[in-house]
């Protein structure tokens, strides 16, 4: 009998099971339908030695201490901060958009007051900002919305920015100053070996077992646990009784080069040219030395694995009806990126994991209690 059935062994579902291992002393079977752990963090040497990432470019970043810390258990760190240029009119410019990007976009030598006074002078009025357009055009106005951010966002999304909340291309700030970092945190570093690696520390405790190429639902009538813990998509686990929550695939192309170096940077983003959205090369992200060089395009696609959620205004609403049917399962928790419908990032699935553990450990003390009384 297994303390804990957790579903997926991403981020979510690894954390939860390391924690419920190794310091409440549970019984865990770990599952994935995948043929391997670590979810979309998956990395791998490909035929030439090169370090991979199966599922596109994971860079780690976050201004929370307990959560590096917390992964500092499992793993040594590569110092490395990400950059990224857009190609845009035959330019490659960096972005986020700051001093470079519009001193040599335009042929300009502007010190940042003066770059304040720019972006104000093109900046539009928006009362409210409620949509990916507003945001952008509110603080640099149409041109650049519209060579930096629509083109991109409409390949990715496949929906213009108006239709989608301010929170997707909030991510990408604005900058007046020329630094060019693409992530701002005060923690950025890669796991000296690998993702894949940290994982395996992770999930290395006599009382985690883990199957792999395994569908909950192929062995939830067979398998005896008191409690679930799901990582998967929401909407898959209720058989989709509210109908399909909407996500966008990729489609990943990966190319390895008989050449150093392929691009001047770790990403370089293609927002008005081609299918894809980015190509990214990994040796800028590990740090790995060798003589060939592997790349990865993004081509994003309605169809596939599901890996973002659609920040929405009618998908979070659909979101929520699922969420209420989650909250009366008793013994289920829902956690991470799919299950939970957020558009998060690595360090905020491992924070919404911890967090998760915790109040099963508060849940688990009020029933002993109860018991005792
Ligand atoms: P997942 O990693 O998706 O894990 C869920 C697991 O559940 C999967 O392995 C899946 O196979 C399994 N599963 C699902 N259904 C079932 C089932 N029915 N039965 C059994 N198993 C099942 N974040 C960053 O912080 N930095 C980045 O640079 C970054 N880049 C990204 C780039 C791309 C292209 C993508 C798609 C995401 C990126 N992310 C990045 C986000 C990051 O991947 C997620 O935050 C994180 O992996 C989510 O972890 P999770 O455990 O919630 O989900
Ligand atoms: N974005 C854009 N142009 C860019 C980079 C990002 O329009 O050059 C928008 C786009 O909508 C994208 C979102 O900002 O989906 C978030 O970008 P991020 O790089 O965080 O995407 P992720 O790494 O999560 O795919």
Not at 60 to 69: A, E, G, L, P
């Amino acid at each position: 009998m297994f303390d804990y059935l957790i579903v997926g062994a991403g981020f979510a579902g690894s954390v939860l099971a390391e924690r419920l291992a190794r310091v409440a002393d549970k019984k865990v079977l770990l599952i994935d339908k995948r043929n391997h752990i670590a979810g979309n963090a998956y990395d791998h040497y490909d035929e030439a030695g090169i370090l991979v990432h199966k599922y596109g470019p994971h860079i780690f970043h976050t201004n929370s201490k307990d959560v590096f810390d917390y992964l500092s258990e499992f793993t040594e760190w590569r110092n490395y901060q990400h950059r990224v240029l857009a190609s845009v009119d035959g330019q490659m410019l960096p972005i986020p958009i700051n001093l470079t990007t519009i001193n040599n976009m335009y042929g300009l030598n502007l010190n940042s007051d003066e770059l304040e006074d720019f972006f104000a002078s093109r900046a539009e009025d928006v009362k409210q900002v409620k949509t990916s357009e507003d945001v952008v055009v509110a603080k640099v106005g149409r041109e650049l919305y519209e060579k930096f951010f629509r083109g991109y966002t409409r390949k990715q999304w496949a929906m213009d920015p108006s239709e989608l909340n301010a929170s997707v291309t909030a991510r990408v700030p604005t900058r007046t100053n020329k630094d060019d970092r693409y992530f701002t945190d005060t923690y950025q570093a890669m796991p000296l070996h690998g993702y894949t690696k940290m994982f395996e520390h992770m999930l290395n405790h006599p009382n985690i077992k883990i199957m792999l190429n395994t569908d909950y639902k192929e062995i939830i009538g067979e398998i005896n646990y008191k409690k679930l813990i799901f990582t998967g998509p929401v909407d898959e686990y209720f058989d989709y009784c509210y109908g399909k929550l909407p996500y966008r695939s990729l489609a990943f192309k990966f190319e390895t080069h008989d050449q150093e170096k392929f691009q001047e940077t770790g990403t370089v983003n293609y927002p008005n040219d081609y299918a894809f959205t980015r190509i990214s090369e990994f040796k800028y992200i590990s740090g790995q030395k060798h003589h060939k060089t592997s790349i990865v395009y993004e081509f994003p696609q309605a169809e596939g694995d599901p890996y973002y959620p659609i920040p929405k205004e009618d998908n979070a609403a659909l979101y929520d009806k699922y969420q209420a049917l989650a909250k009366q399962l008793e013994n289920t928790y829902f956690v991470g990126r799919l299950a939970t419908y957020k558009y998060y990032n690595m360090d905020q699935v491992v924070a919404q994991a911890l967090a998760t553990f915790k109040n099963i450990l508060k849940k688990e003390a009020e029933v002993t209690e109860t018991l005792i009384e």
